[in-house]
């Protein structure tokens, strides 16, 4: 079994809303790579660089696999390349067809420059504590326990209806995000969805909501 860290599933959550919210500047490019698999083979390389999220679900063998569960993705610093690796090898000759976007995206972690293209999305990490597994849980069998995760999203536009906009379709996608069934995801809870309206020291409309969550957390 592989150890987890809060941080991949973190990626994970930073993924599903680059893969399902829309940029309208577009300001990402679109890749889709098909591999011929060898036997047993589980690690695939990306051809392009700066590669920001790929889709939650990929297909080996015409069969889909999601991600979390099925494969996972280190992403590449900088020019280094980015590799998808399946948790059980594919058979020869699979076609293993990863989708995924490069280059620049509207949603980041935490706040760096202030002079980025509008609009902009900042998923901000607040507080996360354990809870151990119970009697009966789900994961009684199995080595982890449960990781309570607090986050808040910040969305900044220069038009006020497109902030709005915006904003109402993340807080959406936060709502279902238990419902997908991806990550292993027990909770997600989004609330206190606010209007802050215009901010003249930051030159943008801003909204924020918040996110509670909760995954599983194996441990080796």
Known sequence: MTEEYIYEREQELLDYFRNNQVDPEDRSKTSTETFTASESQTTFWLTNVFVKNVRDTITVGGVTKYKGSDYTVTYGEGKNKTKVVLSTGASL?????????????????EFSRTDVLLPRIVMMFLTGSE?????????EDATGSYFNASYRFEIRDKYANRARVIASQLFNWARKLRRQNLFRVNIARAYDLENFDYDREK???VWQFSLDIQWDLLMS
């Open 93 to 109: 000759g699979d076609a293993v067809v990863i989708i995924y976007d490069f280059g620049k995206s509207m949603i980041e972690r």
């Open 131 to 139: 809870e151990f597994v119970g009697l009966g849980d789900a994961m």
């Open 203 to 205: 030159e943008a409309y």
